[in-house]
């Protein structure tokens, strides 16, 4: 592949991820970050999802990583 292409992948996925973790509150949902008074510890909805695409994203990243030192 490309070196330019996978620059171009590890910038974007390097971009998504930052947006990704910086969404993440410590300790906080989505719900308690907007304003919702309910309380709840186990992610739902949005908030898991967002979690899990953290763990795509940054597989992704490492992934264009490794492959662009190889090349």
């Known amino acids: ?5 996978l620059l171009i992948i590890q910038i974007i996925s390097g971009l998504f991820l ?8 410590k300790g906080k949902g989505f719900g308690r ?3 919702a008074s309910s309380v709840s510890f186990t992610r739902r909805g949005l908030e898991n999802q967002v979690f899990r695409a ?3 994203i940054s597989f992704i990243f490492l992934l264009v990583s490794t492959l662009e030192l190889l090349a």
């Open 33 to 35: 970050v907007w304003g």
């Open 18 to 25: 930052t947006v990704l973790i910086v969404l993440q509150v």
């Open 1 to 5: 592949m490309n070196r330019d292409v």
């Open 54 to 56: 953290t763990f795509i």
